[in-house]
Each structure stands twice: as C-alpha cells, then as structure tokens.
C-alpha cells in the first residue's frame, strides 16, 4: 500500500463518518418537519394512518444511515478486501472434511 493511498484511506475513514451523522440528523429533522405536518391535519384516519407511515419510514432511515455509514467505515479501516461468497456446490463425490 502506497503512502498516497493509506492518506486517503485514512481521509475518508473520517470524512464518511461525518457524512454518516449528517445524513442522520437530516433524517431526525425531516422526520419532525413530517411530525409536525401530520399533527396538523384534520381527520383521525389519515392522520393514524400518516403516523404509522412516519414510524416505518424514521425507523428504515435512520436504521438505514447507521448501517450504510458503519459498513462503509468498516470498509475503510480493513486491512484485507471483504470476503466473497460464490454459488459453487462442493463435489458430492468428495467426502467431508474431517473436523
């Protein structure tokens, strides 16, 4: 690994974790600006209905920009490339390995 590559490496190892938090604090307030638009609608039912929406929603984004900040900072700080898995069937002819 060159010096050039380990300080960009190292670069974005900070800088998508700080994307990461940006992202969530955007969810957190769009999901109040939603809030607040849900609290002043008239009917009951599309107002239960727009709350269950919003608890599905908040929870897929800010679920979903934890997971996407914290796979790509742990692809980041890896040492060695992730492990990929491939759809070959081991011989059936060949006995198991022994444990």
Same mark, same amino acid.
């Given at each position: 690994?060159?010096? #050039?590559?380990?300080?960009?490496?190292?670069?974005?190892? !900070?800088?998508? @974790?700080?994307?990461?938090? *940006?992202?969530?604090?955007?969810?957190?307030?769009?999901?109040?600006?939603?809030?607040?638009?849900?609290?002043?609608?008239?009917? @009951?039912?599309?107002?239960?209905?727009?709350?269950?929406?919003?608890?599905?929603? #908040? !929870? *897929?984004?800010?679920?979903?920009? !934890?997971?996407?900040?914290?796979?790509?900072?742990?692809?980041?700080? *890896?040492?060695?490339?992730?492990?990929?898995?491939?759809?070959?069937? @081991?011989?059936?002819?060949? @006995?198991?390995?022994?444990?």
């Amino acid at each position: 690994m060159s010096v #050039g590559h380990s300080i960009f490496r190292r670069l974005l190892a !900070v800088v998508v @974790p700080l994307i990461g938090a *940006a992202f969530t604090l955007a969810s957190v307030f769009l999901l109040l600006r939603v809030t607040y638009e849900i609290e002043m609608m008239d009917d @009951p039912l599309h107002r239960n209905l727009a709350i269950i929406g919003t608890l599905v929603a #908040g !929870v *897929a984004l800010l679920v979903g920009s !934890v997971y996407i900040s914290t796979r790509i900072t742990v692809f980041l700080i *890896a040492e060695k490339p992730p492990t990929t898995f491939s759809n070959v069937r @081991p011989d059936p002819t060949e @006995p198991p390995p022994q444990i």
